[in-house]
């Protein structure tokens, strides 16, 4: 398929024409397309609709194998793999880009149609997920099953990983633990961020702003916006509501189990904050923007886990794109975007050093407007377009086109 247009074929296990859990790569793939020949290999998915319009440029090839735990996955893996060699030997990409869950899958395609195989790294397979039940405490049959074939799968990734072309990693802490966990050497791996649609969020902030309640009686209106989890400080904020002397409102955007949510609203209602705090649930993306818009705080609670520490904080860019004073915990993950007191305000972890930060925002002891005019600043580094043609250089560009080191001696 080379010619005058480079080509590339992302391999994902998730429907990346959609944003939903797949950000970066929907949004790269698509603002690729602008300039290059771009083809997806993902899974099919119908059960959630794309906010962002029929596909214009992007050609997708979906694997739907239903719903059957485990077994569709396994059939995925299998069909994708055989799809993925057809349209490698047909199209003879330039290069063939792969993540996570589907490194092999684009390793097989990219040695039949004699491509460049570059794998991106989001996270770190296996270990972040141990991690995730192991904060949680699960022990079930379920979490070990789960967990056992992760890594068997883990093995062959290892493997592969000394085969790329080129390694991208979402953050250096990614990188490191990948490392760490795989014994490969990747000093020549490439770190690139998320990114955000600062025109969007800029506009639909402005809407959200123009529409906010003159009775609204709150001194300070906070919006945390994601996964809601025990482990993810949204219990802290409610503490934080209650213990505060001013009046604040806080609402939760986004969705999480119920065992967990339920959990969680009795605890405002043990406090008498309830009415306090607003559960609106899993919102279409591009109705953030405006939410945003009416809040004064956006909050990034999250507790101190590696699989935190070493993640990029996508929901910080589009907090500060939308304009919002951004409170976050002290972590490294944070500190990528934020240095406090320039572009937003980082605590401890504490609820009472998160009391004293929103005290802060009501009082008037920090510049608000001076955080929030910086922070816009900050993500317009990173728009979609940026973070895009990091993408492309590292794809197309011939000069980085190398082999892995073997891998490293435990």
């Not at 330039?94 to 039949?112: H, I, K, L």
């Not at 505060?244 to 609203?265: K, M, N, P, W």
Request: aromatic fraction near 6%.
């Amino acid at each position: 398929m080379s010619g005058e247009r480079n080509s590339v074929l992302f391999v994902h296990h998730r429907d990346i024409s959609t944003s939903y859990g797949s950000t970066a790569e929907h949004h790269v793939s698509r603002k690729m397309a602008e300039s290059a020949t771009v083809h997806v290999l993902c899974h099919g998915r119908r059960d959630v609709e794309d906010e962002d319009g029929p596909p214009q440029d992007v050609v997708y090839h979906t694997v739907d194998t239903g719903s059957i735990p485990l077994v569709s996955g396994i059939l995925f893996h299998a069909l994708c793999l055989l799809y993925g060699v057809v349209l490698g030997i047909r199209h003879r990409y330039d290069a063939v880009y792969s993540f996570q869950r589907t490194v092999p899958q684009g390793w097989a395609t990219a040695t039949a149609g004699g491509s460049r195989f570059v794998v991106g790294l989001v996270s770190v397979p296996v270990r972040q997920k141990r991690d995730f039940i192991e904060s949680s405490g699960r022990r079930d049959l379920k979490s070990r099953l789960t967990m056992e074939l992760k890594s068997l799968y883990a093995a062959l990734f290892g493997a592969l990983l000394v085969r790329t072309t080129a390694v991208v990693c979402l953050t250096e802490g990614i990188r490191q633990v990948t490392e760490e966990e795989y014994g490969v050497d990747l000093s020549d791996a490439f770190v690139i961020g998320m990114g955000v649609d600062v025109d969007a969020f800029v506009e639909g902030a402005r809407r959200g702003a123009e529409g906010r309640r003159a009775d609204d009686e709150a001194d300070l209106v906070v919006t945390y916006v994601g996964s809601i989890g025990l482990i993810r400080g949204i219990g802290d904020v409610i503490e934080a509501v209650d213990e505060s002397d001013h009046h604040i409102r806080f609402r939760v955007v986004g969705d999480g189990d119920d065992e967990t949510v339920e959990q969680l609203q009795a605890r405002a209602r043990e406090l008498g904050v309830a009415d306090r705090v607003e559960w609106v649930g899993l919102v279409p993306h591009d109705e953030v923007p405006r939410m945003l818009g009416e809040t004064d705080v956006a909050v990034s609670p999250l507790g101190d886990i590696e699989s935190f520490r070493i993640s990029f904080p996508g929901k910080l860019l589009e907090y500060m794109a939308a304009g919002t004073v951004v409170v976050a915990t002290d972590l490294l993950a944070h500190r990528q975007l934020l240095t406090h007191g320039e572009n937003g305000l980082l605590y401890d972890g504490t609820t009472e050093e998160l009391v004293a930060t929103l005290d802060a925002c009501v009082e008037g002891d920090v510049d608000t407007r001076a955080l929030a005019r910086n922070a816009r600043s900050t993500a317009e580094d990173y728009d979609w377009d940026v973070i895009t043609a990091r993408h492309e250089r590292v794809l197309f560009d011939r000069l980085v086109e190398q082999r892995r080191a073997a891998p490293v001696s435990a």
